[in-house]
């Protein structure tokens, strides 16, 4: 999972947006409060000084006022503060700011200067404890989403780790929240398709074992006729009786493998470039009696780890299919690092098979077959072939009309293959 998509991520930077808004909230309400405690503590305050001097200026009394509070009219006024605007002004003089309300009445200008306020020390502290604030609300809510985002979080990776594993029992069974009920559904539901999946297995091994059986008998009397065979017209039917007996057996073989769990890991590796012409060879006399150029192009050697036998049967039941319908043209196959393209001059696929192969959704249960006898048992056991080795089955028209089907083996590698394997491979 990228990090922009973490749950965990958004629940933190949902909680730090929170902390950031609800500080520049209370940022706004301190600004109007200083702003109006300031009114009320030094501009009121000097109003009423200037209330008190100016009678007794005028009466010709002397002003006492109190240490940083200072009262001047007319030709006293520092020349630094006049011509200000009447009412309170803020002015800094040689660096020390004062506040000074500016007025005038009927004996001329005067101003009244606080030259000692603490105000400016107490807004800057006022300030300072709200930006430390401000940090250490972002430092919790950063913290306490962190924490809220493990709670709710690591649970579910948890959960979908084990899901992923397939491990039974799930985490969370236990728990009477909606974590719990989503455990407790995903256990029953894995519960069922895995005994699903077992029935399904089973029944595919216990199947094709029982068709092993019947299989060889036939295979054996086929033999024995076309042995004892006096005339064509006998052994012709009995070779075609053993070619589709043999066939079956290598379609019970390709299922019982499907019907097992793939450990390809543990498997020798497998030349595909041999299994690919040798399931050329053949099919070619499917298109002897046609009018259809059956071409092998080569191409580099390469290996995958997995068993011959599917690989065998996912490419040799597309040159089947690929010779049994196309009427006329070239049938070609050919190699490539890592993949196997079969193309024909046929008619192609109908539509509605089109779309579902090109959709990512493709499964083998959306394909229809249109397969024969043996290994063609169409696309949907190519599907479910390819599957089971990790690899992936492409499909696009060809040019000038027909199809193009393309096998990308997943972890094909040009390692050179041993002349023992190679023999085998090709002596089988």
Known sequence: MQARESLQRRIVVAFISFGIVLSLFFAVL??????GIEMHLVD??????????????????????????RFHRGGAIPLSLRGLPAGVSDVEVDGVGLHVLSGSDAAGAYVVVDHESDYEKVELVVYSMFAAFFMGFLLLAAGLGGFVARRIVNPISELADAVGRGGSPLPGLERKDELGILARALE???????????????????????????????????????????????????????RAAHEAAECVTVLLLLARSPELTRLPPVDVKAIAAREVERYRLLVDAKPVELAYEDGPAFAIQAPAELCAAAIGNLIRNACQYTEQGVVSV???????????????????????????????HAIPS???????????????????????????DRPGGGSRFTIHFAGAHAAPISRDLNASLTGR
């Not at 539901?189 to 089973?202: P, V």
Request: proline share 4%.
């Open 30 to 35: 301190a600004a109007v409060a200083v702003e």
């Open 44 to 69: 009121n305050r000097l109003t009423e000084v200037a209330k008190w001097a100016l009678p007794r200026q005028a009466a010709g009394l002397a002003v006492d006022l109190p240490a940083g509070l």
């Open 188 to 242: 029953a539901h894995t519960t069922e398709l895995r005994a699903f999946l077992d029935r399904e297995r089973f029944f595919t091994g216990d199947v094709s074992h029982e068709l092993r059986s019947p299989l060889t008998v036939i295979m054996g009397a086929a033999e024995i006729l076309m042995t004892n065979a006096a005339d064509e017209a006998t052994r012709a039917p009995a070779e075609r009786i053993y």
């Open 334 to 364: 050919a190699l490539g690092l890592g993949r196997v393209v079969v193309e024909d001059t046929g008619p192609g696929l109908p539509a509605a098979v089109r779309e579902t192969l090109a959709g990512h959704g493709a499964t083998a």
């Open 370 to 396: 249109r397969g024969s006898a043996g290994t063609g048992l169409g696309l949907s056991l190519v599907l479910r072939i390819c599957e089971y080795l990790g690899a992936s089955l492409a499909y696009e």
